[in-house]
């Protein structure tokens, strides 16, 4: 209680102390003490903890006033001498102006990367910067950042050119200025002061950071009184989740869930949160409540009882470092002079300066003092550069401690010092300094290795044991490596000794760590039975992935220098044949020998042995091994190089043991190993790890090959394929088929593999080094391959390429020379085709494709060649010649061992397969020597004479098989296979090749002088050859059409054949045909004559033909007759509440137990909306359907409580037949019937009258049968209203309408009501007639917008569905006041008449200004039947009721249109003709009489010409809809007009309404009768009130309702979003920024703060937005992953693509490749269609239909 008290006296004792309080005072008495520290920390022990912490409701503003005026003013004043108002503003003019931005990133902010200039992805530039430099221009990439790093403009070595925007422009004056000492043009004596209260603060700062007694405070700083005040402190982890902490904390201080949300979002923002204050036992309660909750599974969270003045001070240290940030952004000096004091070494000696203790105990702090701390360190150390320096060598100092301590704490690397690396060791010049002085690139890695210590028997890792903790380690290890890659990212032009002695130490040391990498995880075949546990592989490639750049870098450092090379390349020889070392133990050899020749090898099997897929030594020794062929090293100066040492056998082993497992699991004989090895096998080849394994093997492959005899490289490929017994046996050619069927399956599967690795080995030749290739050929093949699949998006080629250490793939640079690209539509991506020219450089065996890239690449080149009219062979491209040091790869192609594979594979296909040889098998051997033949062509081509050419393969084909097997030549064999009909699709190959050999054997026989020639006589033959086949194919192709035609001669006689004999039925069927499409507008009747003037309302409406509905149910598939008393027919139908017209969004969503929904005010804020898919069921089959569903889903929630794409409880299903989303069905009735026009047609005051009278006289009756009603009551009830004759009130109607029809009537009227009005069904409610009207002229009025908006006819455009559903709608509306009690809908109808025509009997008629007129007639024409049907006269006036209606409510339209125009000075006459001056007189008149009973209240007219165009534009939507409403009802054909877009609509339109073209004659050929009504309107008090300003008007024409326009670049989003904060936190910036595209508010998604309760459910910001702006419909894009969200209600959503492309027309949802984005208005005009067509909630169920996983999303905490 004591402690509740002097909180409360707290502020006014403070206020007094504060009246009494001068800051200037308090610093002169510092400047005069001797003592600085001990003054201050004094001042600070008194103050501090009367202002901060002083109770459980800590008020930050009144904190941070205080702060400001008792603490940091003396400080100030103290620094400046005098006001710091003047001081910091002097300091500020005269500093000059930094080159460096240093502008630091907040959270979601974009930034920009050149991808040209930048000297690596890390260098970036803010939005200001980026807009005024020269990158603008260039290619670049844009990402948001995740906070913390700053702009890098004006670094010069950050940027290879335009290092500076325009305002960080050096001038010539800055560049001689930048080089002295900043703090040089300070006063001594403000350097002086600066020194001291920096010291004295910065300690005092660091002190409270790192301060870990949880009672006491440091000396000095202890407080005079200590209350027993305490705070229970709760700090974040990483571990915990959201949920465990608020469970936890509603346990444990008893608080409520909305309190403990809090309490956990402030702990995961700021690192730690005050949870409990009181005494010391009542917060040590708390405490152990806390730690006992969560601790059983994992470790407790943290929580500590601490001192409330240790809090207090602790946030003032916090305070103090934000403070220092601030002040020495005044001036360069101060920073200077702060950086020195940060980094002055105490007389503890090493690492004991103020900055070194804070970077020690990073760990130990929570996460807000990390941020303010880290965020000072930018500002001041990192931004100038002579402390950078020294900074970094400390950081390198104690790089392994500060690693160590980040590796054992938990929170992420953005919190942590370690993440500052970045900002270092990405400096070209500091990373190099760093590896000389502090042998910086040795330490990350022996760091990196200290921290793997699981190791095997051999040495080398073992990830298969690893525990969840060290999981979690090896996982916070691997930033090490990002550290690695940021040092090494740069490469040195100029070489030191000491940088070549200390890069030399890194390679020993990576060496190392490669060498433990050298046969981690190996395998062994499982026979018998299937592997019990799959074991962890994943850890490995992890660290092969993590790496794979490291080893490409380093082998490019090596690269730039020849002494480097040759070292590197000596030590990795050496670490290899260390680790081969303990592979060949107890291996023995062997010695194999075929085809005249024999190799000493070891007996080594795959298929039984350890095997490892991870060799890297082996992997960057040749890189290694091609950048000496490269550098030309191995040519200049071999005797520097080991080469004679190089063991050609060894080089090979490992890399071909690694290609024959992936052989043997390809032919199934590791299926039993699970699916581990699949992985790691689909890795191995994968774009993100073959550059640093599968081509680093192929290329060894290379290496060992070029280096040795190629028959002895063959031979042991055969004895590890283990297909060596195969090829060596004498009859070899003649190939087994007995024994087991699996076995020879497998052996032919891997003879395909071993030929393809040949045609691998020897055809790779696009590495720089290997082949004769430039720079970027490479990546233009793999562009080209790709493409032959088939057409690809950029992104997909991307994918397909591999990145280097900067991201590039290099793939701009050459991609227009291979491609062309065609731009997207509306939807799809843009693709890159191939170009024609680039089709002869595909190869079929390119190593980089899967089988089933393989496969599509084949059936697409074969297709294409067959649609040009060529063979399907598919030859292999030439080659670029091979470099020297791998020039004798070729001699593979012709040597004894490989033709004796040719031979004995050609030999098997002479007969056909029965499974002993395939066609893939033969298919690569005709490829193998295409690959000859066109090597020696190109030999023959590039020679001098015949003696040069060493290529002699034609020549060894030709020679026969040797004894005993006697066998013919390989070209014989190849001759003899031609005609072979079971090798038909090889046919075009093998002739191709006998072409080839004609064609080199005409070339060898021609002198070297005609050696030219001879190319071109050899291509004339196959020119000659190539028009024989051409012709042939045109001869078949002209039989195939003579052939077609005369088939198609033949069914055409039949058809007519077959017509004439059943006349009668098509006859029949025409007709009925006829009937059941003549319902739609653009479906008039054509025998039938059409009269001059087509009239859809009034007692002249067009006669139409009365013709049979017939439609057929989809679900039982019988035919039926739409009829008034047969079964009842539906259409499903969909009903949604809707703001899409809205023109008020602020208005609330109506209470629904108590809103009266009979007048629909003009704002139309909230409508309901009816569509339908347009099929058609019996109503039983509905029913049937629908229960089933219904069991369906109560079976299914039983099984998996997910949400379904549609709400079966809220009566939703999906249309049986398209999977539509649908909730209620309306029913189908038979067209109205038409009466005859009789001559004796009331007119509008016969009319009037004659209402009038059925009016009161309906009064009386309903006034009689609420009341007693006594016998005088009753008569002087009749004298006063006597009914009209033939009028009885006491009259029931009969029912049109079978019971089936009836029952549907009521469930479609309940739907509209229920889901209209919010609330829980009862057909006995009096509204479900209105909002079934309601619905009918929402639908329509929307309909009519959205074809306006499309600029399309009103008539004949609207697709099928719409049309059905418009016309069963308005139907149902003209019948559903059949299905209610008559009184109820008489009362609604003489409400509705009481708007316009005077009711004395109605009370509380509304103004006409808040009347939508549409509403108002489609309500009243419809319920007039209710009054009409009482009329027993025999004279139908039902049409002329809705005439008169109808022009009644058109003039009111006018009135209201009046009321609400703006008139405007009109500079000029306008020219009139006759009729439209008779016009303009005529408004002037109309208007001038308004103004009149308004007692002047409008302006006065200046134009009548622009007031009638006003009335004009205004009432057009109107009468549009009015059309469309008359059309469905009366089911009129339209006129020829009204079917286009073009001039005429308004003279069709009002003719077709039964209206003048000048509606003003409406007016004054009636005037007596309206201007009492027109006095009547305008007299309404509420009309006064809204001209007056009382309310806002809705002016007309309405316009239609557009989404929010967006910004054309994307980056502009993305900055508005980066300053948004979450408004419920204030200061944390929103994670999930959100902008409503519907009215453009930006909304905090995704998060707890932001959660609101919507009927009992807690909700995400964008559901409860969706409720008060959509109806519960909302269109969202989430800015920071540039998706489009749709959202309806709380169970449904999904994601959309956003209208943002790049310049390859892709989206880029989650910004993952930060191309450019800008605005695709088509795109964009998609999603705002489906808004204004109602049709979000249906694209929502579609999505969630194909994609199940978006349905187990919880969309309500969006």
């Not at 007692?1099 to 989809?1114: E, F, G, K, N, Y």
């Not at 002229?1337 to 006819?1353: C, F, G, H, N, W």
């Amino acid at each position: 209680m004591a402690a509740a008290e002097s909180d409360r006296d707290a502020p006014s004792a403070l206020c007094s102390e504060f009246l009494n309080f001068s800051a200037k005072d308090t610093a002169l008495g510092w400047l005069q003490a001797t003592d600085l520290p001990k003054e201050v920390y004094q001042h600070l022990a008194v103050y501090v903890p009367k202002i901060y912490c002083l109770g459980p409701n800590i008020n930050p503003q009144s904190e941070e006033l205080l702060a400001q005026l008792l603490l940091l003013a003396p400080l100030e004043w103290y620094l400046c001498g005098e006001d710091p108002a003047v001081g910091l503003a002097q300091l500020e003019h005269s500093n000059q102006r930094s080159q460096l931005c240093g502008h630091v990133f907040k959270v979601g902010e974009p930034t920009y990367s050149c991808r040209e200039c930048a000297a690596d992805p890390t260098c970036v530039l803010c939005m200001q910067c980026f807009l005024g430099s020269i990158h603008k221009e260039h290619r670049y990439r844009m990402t948001t950042s995740g906070g913390g790093g700053f702009c890098d403009c004006g670094d010069t070595e950050a940027w290879k050119k335009g290092p500076y925007c325009h305002k960080h422009e050096p001038n010539i004056t800055d560049t001689d200025c930048s080089q002295e000492d900043p703090i040089t043009p300070l006063s001594a004596d403000l350097v002086a002061r600066g020194y001291n209260i920096f010291s004295v603060m910065l300690k005092y700062a660091v002190d409270m950071l790192t301060w870990d007694m949880e009672d006491l405070l440091p000396e000095g700083l202890e407080p005079l009184d200590r209350g027993d005040t305490y705070y229970c402190m709760l700090f974040n982890d990483e571990v915990h989740t959201y949920e465990q902490v608020i469970y936890t904390l509603q346990k444990a201080v008893n608080c409520t869930q909305k309190e403990a949300v809090s309490f956990a979002t402030t702990v995961d923002r700021d690192g730690r949160k005050s949870v409990r204050f009181g005494d010391f036992q009542f917060c040590e309660q708390a405490k152990s409540v806390i730690v006992r909750n969560t601790s059983r599974q994992s470790k407790p969270l943290r929580v500590q009882v601490m001192h409330s003045s240790v809090v207090a001070h602790q946030c003032f240290a916090l305070k103090v470092l934000t403070w220092l940030g601030h002040i020495i952004a005044y001036s360069d000096g101060l920073r200077r002079i702060l950086c020195q004091v940060g980094l002055q070494k105490a007389p503890e000696g090493e690492n004991s300066s103020l900055v070194d203790i804070l970077m020690l105990c990073d760990s130990k702090m929570w996460k807000g003092a990390r941020n303010v701390y880290h965020q000072l360190l930018m500002s001041s150390l990192l931004m100038d550069l002579k402390y950078k320096k020294i900074f970094a060598i400390q950081f390198a100092k104690n790089y392994e401690r500060l690693q160590s301590d980040f590796v054992r704490d938990d929170h992420d690397r953005e919190f942590s010092i370690t993440d500052l690396s970045v900002q270092m060791f990405t400096v070209p010049s500091l990373a190099r300094m760093l590896i000389v002085e502090e042998n910086l690139m040795t330490t990350i890695i022996r760091t990196f290795v200290d921290h793997l210590r699981h190791r095997d028997l051999q040495g080398r890792f073992q990830f298969e044991r690893y525990t969840a903790q060290q999981a979690f380690k090896f996982r916070r290890v691997q930033s090490l490596i990002g550290d690695l890659k940021y040092v090494l990212i740069s490469r040195p032009t100029e070489w030191s000794e000491q940088l070549r002695e200390k890069f030399q130490e890194g390679v020993d040391a990576f060496l190392e760590l490669l060498k433990c990498m050298q046969g981690m995880d190996p395998v062994v075949r499982q026979v018998g039975q299937h592997i019990e546990m799959e074991p962890e592989w994943e850890a490995a490639f992890t660290l092969q992935m993590k790496l794979t750049h490291i080893i490409s870098m380093i082998q490019e450092w090596c690269s730039t220098d020849e002494c480097v090379l040759i070292e590197a390349y000596k030590r990795c020889l050496l670490a290899l044949s260390q680790c081969h070392g303990g592979f060949t133990d107890g291996e023995q050899p062997i010695s194999l020998s075929l085809a005249g020749h024999s190799v000493d090898t070891i007996r080594y099997q795959v298929s039984q042995e350890r095997v490892s897929i991870h060799l890297p030594v082996s992997r960057l020794l040749a890189g290694l091994h091609v950048l000496l062929s490269k550098t030309e090293l191995a040519y200049r100066c071999p005797e520097l190089l080991p080469l004679s040492e190089l063991s050609p056998p060894m080089l090979i082993e490992h890399p071909l043991r690694c290609l024959v497992l992936c052989a043997q699991v390809h032919a199934g004989m590791w299926r039993r190993n699970g699916f581990s090895l699949i992985n790691q096998i689909y890795y191995y080849h994968n774009v993100k790890c073959r550059v640093e394994m599968f081509d680093k093997d192929i290329i060894m492959l290379q290496a060992g090959a070029s280096m040795m005899d190629p028959n002895h490289f063959l031979m042991i490929a055969l004895s590890r394929f283990e297909l060596f017994n195969i090829f060596s046996a004498a009859d070899c050619r003649k190939r087994y088929r007995d024994g087991n069927k699996d076995v020879v399956q497998q052996n032919n599967t891997l003879i395909e593999e071993m030929l393809h690795l040949i045609i691998m080995v020897v055809g790779e030749r696009f590495v720089v080094g290997v082949g004769q290739v430039e720079q970027y050929d490479d990546i233009r093949r793999e562009i080209v391959h790709q493409l032959c699949i088939r057409p690809m998006a950029h992104s997909e080629l991307v994918k397909a390429l591999p990145e280097n250490e900067n991201k590039e793939t290099g793939m701009e640079r050459v991609i227009d020379s291979v491609a062309v690209f065609k731009k997207p539509g509306v939807t799809g991506r843009g693709l890159y085709e191939l170009r024609p020219e680039w089709t002869q450089h595909f190869n079929l065996y390119f190593h980089h494709y899967s089988r089933a890239d393989q496969s599509k690449a084949e059936e697409a080149q074969r297709k294409r060649r067959r649609q040009s009219g060529e063979d399907s062979a598919l030859p292999p491209p030439r080659l670029p010649p091979l470099c020297p040091l791998f020039g004798s790869l070729v001699n593979l192609l012709q040597c004894d061992v490989l033709l004796a594979i040719v031979g004995a594979v050609l030999q098997w296909a002479t007969e056909p397969s029965g499974g002993h040889w395939s066609e893939s098998m033969l298919q690569r051997v005709l490829h193998i020597v295409g690959m000859a033949l066109l090597e020696e062509q190109q030999q023959l081509e590039n020679s001098c004479g015949e003696e040069d050419v060493t290529f002699n393969f034609t020549i060894k084909i030709t020679r026969p098989g040797e004894a005993p097997s006697n066998t013919g030549s390989v070209l014989a064999l190849l001759e003899s296979l031609q005609n072979a009909p079971h090798l038909e699709v090889h046919k075009d190959m093998i002739h191709w090749i006998l072409k080839m050999v004609t064609t080199i054997k005409t070339m060898r026989e021609r002198s070297p002088a005609t050696s030219a020639v001879s190319t071109c006589g050899g291509q004339g033959l196959e020119e000659v050859a190539g028009e024989r086949d051409k012709a042939e194919k045109k001869r078949k192709a002209e039989m195939a059409r003579l052939r077609r035609e005369k088939v198609m001669a033949q069914m055409s006689e039949m058809q007519k054949h077959f017509i004439n004999e059943n006349k009668e039925l098509f006859q029949q069927s025409l007709e009925e045909l006829e009937a059941s499409t003549s319902s739609g507008p653009d479906h008039s009747p054509v025998c039938v004559e059409v009269p001059a003037a087509v009239v859809c309302v009034g007692p002249w409406q067009s006669v139409r033909a009365d013709r049979r509905q017939l439609v057929t149910c989809i679900l039982c598939q019988e035919e039926q007759e739409v009829k008034g008393q047969g079964r009842a027919m539906v259409l499903a139908a969909f009903v949604q509440r809707s703001t899409v017209l809205s023109k008020n969004r602020r208005r609330p969503p109506p209470d629904p137990e108590s809103h009266d929904p009979l007048f629909m005010n003009p704002d139309l804020a909230f409508g309901t909306h009816t569509a339908s898919c347009g099929h058609i069921m019996h109503s039983t089959c509905w029913q049937r359907y629908f229960e089933a569903v219904q069991a369906k889903e109560q079976r299914r929630q039983q099984r998996v409580r997910v949400h379904t794409s549609y709400d079966v409880e809220n009566g939703e299903f999906l249309c049986p037949l398209c999977q539509c989303l649908s909730n209620t069905v309306i029913p189908l009735l038979p067209r109205a019937q038409t009466h005859s026009p009789s001559a004796d047609q009331p007119s509008l005051e016969q009319w009037l009258k004659t209402t009038g009278q059925q009016v009161a006289a309906l009064h009386s009756t309903h006034r009689k049968q609420l009341s007693d009603g006594g016998e005088a009551e009753e008569e002087m009830e009749r004298e006063e209203s006597s009914p009209p004759k033939g009028f009885r009130v006491d009259h029931i109607p009969m029912n049109p309408f079978s019971s089936s029809i009836r029952e549907m009537l009521t469930t479609f009227g309940t739907a509209t009501y229920k889901i209209g009005l919010k609330v829980n069904p009862n057909d006995q409610d009096s509204r479900v007639p209105i909002m079934s009207w309601a619905s009918c002229a929402y639908t329509i009025q929307s309909i009519e917008r959205l074809l306006v908006d499309e600029e399309k006819p009103l008539f004949g455009s609207l697709p099928c569905r719409q049309d059905d559903c418009l016309s069963s709608l308005t139907r149902f509306a003209s019948a559903c006041w059949t299905a209610a009690p008559l009184t109820t809908v008489q009362t609604h109808c003489m409400r509705l008449l009481s708007a316009v025509l005077p009711d004395p009997q109605v009370q509380n008629a509304p103004c006409i200004l808040d009347i939508d007129m549409f509403h108002l007639l489609v309500s009243s024409v419809l319920s007039y039947s209710s009054i009409n049907c009482l009329d027993q006269s025999g004279q139908n006036v039902l049409d002329s009721a809705h005439l008169h209606l109808l022009h009644l409510i058109t003039v009111a339209h006018m009135v209201q249109i009046l009321l609400t125009c703006t008139p405007v000075e009109v500079s000029m006459d306008q020219e009139s003709g006759t009729a439209e001056r008779e016009e303009e007189e005529m408004i002037c008149q109309l208007y001038n009489h308004l103004r009149t009973h308004l007692d002047s209240l409008l302006p006065p007219l200046s134009s009548g010409w622009h007031v009638w165009r006003c009335v004009k534009a205004g009432i057009l939507p109107f009468l549009r809809a009015s059309a469309l409403f008359f059309h469905h009802l009366n089911t009129t054909s339209a006129p020829l007009e009204l079917h286009v877009v073009g001039p005429g609509q308004w003279e069709a339109l009002c003719s077709y309404l039964s209206l003048p073209s000048n509606l003003l004659q409406l007016y004054h050929s009636q005037l007596s009768l309206l201007e009492p009504l027109i006095q009547r309107w305008c007299c309404h008090p509420a009309v006064r009130e809204a001209l007056q300003g009382g309310s806002v008007l809705i002016r007309f024409p309405r316009e239609s309702n557009r989404l929010i326009d967006l910004p054309e670049d994307y980056s502009s989003l993305i900055n508005q979003a980066s300053s948004f904060t979450c408004p419920r936190s204030g200061v944390d910036k929103s994670r999930a920024p959100t902008l409503c595209l519907v009215c453009g508010a930006m909304l905090c998604s995704q998060s707890y703060c932001c959660q609101t309760e919507l009927e009992g459910e807690d909700v995400g910001a964008c559901t409860a937005h969706t409720f008060s702006c959509g109806a519960g419909l909302g269109l969202f894009l989430r800015v920071r992953e540039s998706q489009v969200l749709f959202l309806a209600g709380k169970t449904k959503g999904c994601f959309y693509p956003p209208p943002y492309l790049d310049d390859y027309g892709e989206t880029d949802q989650g910004l993952r490749r930060g191309n450019p984005l800008h605005l695709c208005r088509e795109r964009y005009g998609k999603i705002q269609r489906l808004w204004r067509q109602h049709s979000i909630t249906e694209e929502i169920g579609h999505a969630q239909e194909a994609n199940q996983s978006l349905v187990g999303i919880e969309w309500q905490h969006l």
